[in-house]
């Protein structure tokens, strides 16, 4: 939880959690200024982007809420479909109604129809407001064994323990029989009962605390006659597994940063040479920049006088001519040659989620057909300081390291697929002594990246604040130069960025921001110093100030392509026949699939088939049973790996809930604003799984 004190007046201030030194001053009790979202606590292993994102929902005290009745908190207001006609023939299709056949619609009395709600008040359901309250008295489980076992006992045979540094004055439980009977919950039987860790590795990491200990331990006669409770390996098995080292690290991980070394970090042992060069370098430039075009140089020769009344593009042209570029300090250092990376219609692209494009996640999307994989935003200043929670971003699968697919019409240039992988690494910063220090230490301690991206279209209120995100749209100079620096200190490893429309509604930015980040701005190309290096541009069609609402036209971000560089698009794909659109309409080389994918991960194989997949609800069982093996392999099998991996779950289900099979609906392609009526499925599985009350989810194991 973050620390919070109370200020002047009743007000509270907390902690930020994208820095440190700083802290946030939240309204009066009582005081609301916005309707706000459901609660969610904060956790000790958020990220610093999930913590952030959960205070500007919650405010400080971020619990979860409960309305009383058992159903959870809902994200979107629930619809309904009392007094829905049930005519023979399709419906005319409605804006905001994913229309459901009606063979398959039901009745809930005393709750309005979404259908007539949206006639009256023109496809826009204003009636938003619940009763909220902090539920202070709510008492929540724990993910924690009631005895919890001592690290020297939890692998060891029950009669050769490790010796335990603290002897007698140790805290933790020393017996064995009494933690498994009195300490643990009894084993869960999912999997018929078989340890994911262990079926993966032949041994499993966390030995006895592992909640299907059952599959891997047995009990065996000694010499003596007694009874001793064991583990049990698989050689073969473990012989083919990951190295001793890494045990603790999940099954197949890579780009694994050792505890030492972010002790390191956080001590500011590790130092970043080139990245503090290059920064002194931009700075005394900028200086000199300034001087020169905009007049502030004390010591104008001939050629400033002329141009004194000219624009900074005339001054910019006659300095050139009189070769005034020598008065310029040259770079400490120049970027090196950079890795090749390719986008085509074949490589569709998994967008950075918050909280939700962890790890498993991306592992399932890969198997179902996803080329390009990102890491969630990751924010600079927690990686510099070493912070666990930010640094577990950046592990992948060995899954996304393969090439990606491809496919081109025409050979790509000094493009080798052999030597290209899927995951890269998005960062998020404010400064460019921020951006710079973290790329130098990504490209040193990840070793797996394709690439690295900064953000610079989160719409995150505390990101905003920080200068980070999406308020870099309005600094376009700040963000050339951080994008140069990152480029220059990156070694093999491109730079991309990721940017929105602008910050306002009806003000686009994106065309000419684009054109600056591909070619350089005016005065850096007057100066000769080329573009600022940057592999490719995605373009979320949205300003800042939409956030996720109003669907995107693909034509804005044709207008913003100007063919010098990879050009990807985002923004409400559901579908192929989304996909295929942005790829005809926004001329994008690709399109990054981001809701999309939270809803239906298979939306890969569909874009791949060129065809909607009218997945069974037994095939989308399977997919969460995948998800949940993922789970435990990455966070382990402990009480504290199932509570991690049942918390990730649960917020996938969130979005999951929300697909409507094709063959229910009325009218295609679907639409991801779309929201359904209340409906049946086809079977009691896919009704269940169409439910948003985490009763129904129970209900579905």
Same mark, same amino acid.
């Given at each position: 939880m973050t620390d919070s004190i109370h200020g002047i007046n009743g007000a509270s201030e907390t902690v930020n959690p994208l820095d440190s030194s700083s802290k946030l001053r939240q309204p009066s009790p009582g005081v609301q200024l916005e309707p706000a979202h459901p609660q969610q606590r904060i956790l000790p292993g958020d990220s610093a982007t999930t913590r952030a994102e959960k205070i500007e929902r919650n405010g400080t005290h971020a619990e979860y809420s409960d309305d009383g009745d058992g159903s959870p908190p809902a994200k979107r207001q629930k619809v309904d479909t009392s007094g829905i006609p049930c005519p023979s023939e399709p419906r005319e299709r409605m804006r905001g109604v994913a229309q459901v056949k009606s063979e398959y619609l039901i009745h809930v009395p005393g709750r309005k129809s979404v259908e007539d709600g949206d006639r009256q008040s023109g496809g826009k359901n204003k009636s938003r407001n619940k009763d909220r309250g902090q539920n202070t008295a709510r008492t929540f489980g724990s993910s924690r064994d009631s005895l919890q076992l001592c690290m020297s006992r939890s692998s060891s045979p029950e009669f050769s323990p490790r010796d335990c540094k603290f002897g007698d004055k140790c805290k933790y439980e020393h017996d064995l029989r009494r933690y498994l009977k009195e300490g643990k919950r009894e084993d869960v039987t999912t999997f018929s009962g078989m340890c994911p860790i262990w079926d993966a590795k032949g041994t499993c990491s966390v030995g006895w605390r592992c909640r299907f200990v059952g599959s891997h331990s047995k009990e065996r006669d000694t010499e003596d006659g007694r009874k001793e409770l064991v583990l049990l390996e698989d050689a073969a098995r473990r012989a083919k597994s990951d190295q001793e080292a890494v045990m603790d690290e999940g099954v197949g991980v890579v780009n694994i940063v050792s505890s030492k070394t972010k002790m390191d970090l956080?001590?500011?042992?590790?130092?970043?040479?080139?990245?503090?060069?290059?920064?002194?370098?931009?700075?005394?430039?900028?200086?000199?920049?300034?001087?020169?075009?905009?007049?502030?140089?004390?010591?104008?020769?001939?050629?400033?006088?002329?141009?004194?009344?000219?624009? $900074? #593009? @005339?001054?910019?042209?006659?300095?050139? %001519?009189?070769?005034?570029?020598?008065?310029?300090?040259?770079? !400490?250092?120049?970027?090196?040659?950079?890795?090749?990376?390719?986008?085509?219609?074949?490589?569709?692209?998994?967008?950075?989620?918050?909280?939700?494009?962890?790890?498993?996640?991306?592992?399932?999307?890969?198997?179902?057909?996803?080329?390009?994989?990102?890491?969630?935003?990751?924010?600079?200043?927690?990686?510099?300081?070493?912070?666990?929670?930010?640094?577990?971003?950046?592990?992948?699968?060995?899954?996304?390291?393969?090439?990606?697919?491809?496919?081109?019409?025409?050979? $790509? #240039? @000094?493009?080798?697929?052999?030597?290209? %992988?899927?995951?890269?690494?998005?960062?998020?910063?404010?400064? !460019?002594?921020n951006t710079l220090k973290t790329t130098e230490v990504l490209t040193a301690l990840c070793p797996h990246l394709r690439a690295i991206d900064l953000n610079c279209g989160c719409p995150i209120d505390l990101v905003y604040r920080q200068g980070a995100g999406s308020a870099l749209l309005d600094s376009p100079g700040k963000l050339e130069k951080m994008l140069r620096g990152m480029n220059a200190v990156s070694q093999e490893i491109p730079v991309t960025v990721k940017i929105r429309m602008g910050t306002k509604d009806g003000k686009p930015t994106a065309e000419k921001l684009v054109e600056r980040l591909a070619l350089g701005g005016p005065e850096i190309q007057q100066l000769g110093e080329g573009p600022a290096g940057v592999a490719a541009i995605t373009l979320h069609g949205r300003s800042r100030q939409q956030r996720y609402t109003r669907k995107p036209d693909p034509r804005q971000l044709s207008s913003s392509n100007n063919g010098k560089v990879y050009f990807v698009g985002n923004g409400d794909c559901y579908s192929h026949v989304d996909y295929n659109e942005h790829i005809a309409h926004g001329k994008v080389d690709s399109v990054m699939v981001a809701r999309g994918a939270l809803i239906k991960p298979w939306i890969f194989e569909e874009i791949e088939q060129g065809q909607y997949l009218d997945k069974s609800a037994t095939q989308r069982l399977a997919y969460i049973e995948k998800y949940a093996k993922y789970g435990l392999e990455n966070w382990g099998s402990d009480e504290i790996g199932v509570g991690i991996t049942r918390r990730f779950l649960l917020e996938w289900l969130s979005f999951a809930c929300r697909y409507v099979p094709v063959g229910l609906l009325e009218h295609l392609p679907p639409h991801i604003q779309d929201r359904p009526p209340a409906h049946k499925g086809r079977n009691e599985l896919e009704t269940l799984l169409s439910s948003d009350n985490y009763k129904d989810w129970i209900k579905i194991r």
């Open positions: 956080k001590k500011h042992a590790i130092k970043t040479p080139k990245a503090d060069a290059y920064n002194d370098w931009l700075i005394k430039r900028q200086k000199e920049v300034d001087d020169r075009f905009r007049g502030k140089d004390g010591d104008k020769d001939e050629n400033d006088s002329e141009a004194k009344g000219g624009t $900074v #593009e @005339e001054r910019a042209t006659n300095e050139i %001519l009189g070769d005034n570029r020598a008065r310029y300090t040259e770079p !400490p250092f120049l970027p090196s040659e950079k890795k090749r990376i390719y986008y085509g219609p074949e490589t569709p692209v998994l967008a950075p989620l918050t909280t939700q494009g962890n790890l498993p996640f991306r592992r399932l999307c890969v198997e179902l057909g996803a080329q390009v994989t990102w890491s969630e935003m990751a924010m600079g200043l927690p990686l510099l300081q070493g912070e666990k929670s930010e640094w577990a971003l950046m592990k992948a699968h060995e899954s996304e390291t393969l090439p990606p697919r491809y496919r081109p019409t025409s050979v $790509v #240039e @000094e493009y080798d697929n052999s030597r290209d %992988l899927r995951f890269g690494a998005q960062i998020a910063g404010n400064k !460019p002594w």
